[in-house]
């Protein structure tokens, strides 16, 4: 194969972009540094990017050589638009997923029981909202394990869905996209994120009406062969349980460490309409404390597990538990350095999302649907 080949130029524009994606705005200069190609190379391909409209040129910084400053690459954020959905067991969100991984959002709705329901709504949704925007992708995140290759919903087992394709119930004219939403919270953060720059191995834990986890190991998201990696809310954490779980399982950690276990443990009236708005009533009540407390060392018993079994360099805290504030989260830390292994937290870092007034989902799901289109370039 001869080095000039069209299939190495491919590679070597979506490595280009790829690069621009993860680090704008950068130089030419930066981005012949990370990828190893040549100034030239990389001249010539950032201007068949810019005439294809991917990316433009935003200003200069700095200086590369005596007098000469460096011109710097963004993607162009309009370039291409996906639409985007966050399910939710009781509502889903939706909105606009811009090409450099941002999110407007746009709505919500409340989330049927029966997938085929479901569908028609997105359906709905596209086509009002593709007559007032070129949409490129609809991408989807889902409460469970999915297929990404079939594009089948394998099991959401608080949604009570199984074995849903896709592909059948979503018939449009842009390629669909879906993948867990722990697995999308980790992308968001992976590209947003500063502190995951230089951090390899990661978990996003994300705690609502279920508990799922995404995981980051050797820098990429990991999925496993069927799918079904990360998830460590049906670990089991206790044995002799005799409570079961949605998956058919007893004893799975999301049964004490989901909003629902706080709300079963109050055990009384709160308002709100579901899980999420009793949960947010339960969160200022002050005779709520002590099982606030035992809820975030339920937490740390799975984190500990994880940490122990993983070795990250950081665990990331998402979905409902966001604003419990600092008292909150030093019970999780403290739980997990007493109990886990010394050398696996030594340079643990554990916080909270940095995604608050936005789904992590829904930006992932945007994500998503930007590494998609990348791999398109030709």
Same mark, same amino acid.
Request: aromatic content about 8%; glycine content about 8%.
């Given at each position: ?8 130029? $491919? ?13 704008? %705005? ?17 001249? *010539? ?7 294809? &409209? ?14 000469? !400053? ?5 993607? !162009? ?6 639409? #985007? ?19 407007? %959002? ?13 569908? =028609? ?15 490129? !992708?609809?991408?989807?995140? /889902? %409460? ?13 087992? =608080? ?37 995951? *720059? ?6 996003? $834990? ?12 050797? &820098? ?22 005799? *409570? ?28 709100? +309409? =579901? ?15 002590? $099982? ?5 060392? =339920? ?16 665990? $990331? ?21 007493? !109990?886990?292994?010394?050398?696996? /937290? ?9 995604? *608050? ?19 398109? #370039? +030709?």
């Amino acid at each position: 194969m001869k080095y000039n080949s069209p299939r190495i130029k $491919i590679l070597n524009k979506k490595s280009i972009l790829k690069v621009i994606h993860e680090n704008h %705005p950068i130089s030419r200069s930066d981005i012949s540094e990370v990828t190893g190609l040549t100034p030239s190379s990389v001249t *010539r391909l950032t201007k068949e990017l810019i005439d294809e &409209g991917y990316i433009r040129e935003i200003g200069t910084m700095g200086k590369n050589s005596p007098g000469r !400053r460096r011109i710097l690459l963004d993607l !162009r954020k309009n370039a291409f638009l996906s639409l #985007v959905f966050d399910i939710g067991v009781n509502i889903t969100t939706y909105g606009i997923g811009f090409f450099d991984g941002e999110v407007e %959002p746009r709505g919500t709705f409340n989330t049927p029981k029966e997938p085929v329901e479901f569908f =028609n709504i997105v359906k709905e949704i596209y086509e009002r909202i593709s007559g007032e925007y070129r949409i490129s !992708r609809i991408s989807l995140s /889902v %409460p469970g394990m999915v297929d990404m290759e079939e594009k089948k919903i394998l099991l959401a087992p =608080n949604l009570e869905w199984e074995n849903v394709n896709i592909k059948e119930l979503l018939k449009v004219d842009v390629p669909v996209l879906a993948d867990n939403e722990a697995n999308l919270s980790m992308l968001a953060e992976k590209y947003h994120s500063e502190d995951l *720059r230089n951090v390899k191995e990661a978990v996003f $834990i994300i705690i609502r009406e279920g508990v799922g986890t995404g995981l980051m190991i050797d &820098g990429k998201i990991f999925r496993g062969p069927s799918f079904t990696a990360g998830e460590a809310g049906h670990m089991t954490v206790n044995m002799y349980s005799d *409570r079961q779980c949605h998956c058919s399982n007893w004893g799975c950690w999301e049964l004490v460490s989901s909003i629902n276990w706080t709300i079963e443990q109050y055990g009384k009236e709160l308002p709100g +309409k =579901n899980a999420i708005e009793k949960f947010q009533a339960l969160k200022q009540r002050n005779d709520a404390k002590r $099982i606030l407390m035992k809820f975030a060392e =339920n937490i740390a018993v799975g984190i500990v597990n994880l940490v122990n079994i993983l070795n990250p360099e950081l665990v $990331i805290l998402g979905g409902e538990v966001v604003d419990l504030g600092e008292n909150f989260l030093d019970i999780i830390k403290d739980f997990v350095h007493q !109990r886990a292994l010394k050398a696996a /937290v030594k340079d643990l870092k554990i916080r909270t999302t940095e995604f *608050r007034n936005i789904s992590s989902n829904l930006v992932g799901a945007a994500v998503l649907a930007v590494e998609d289109i990348i791999e398109e #370039v +030709k």
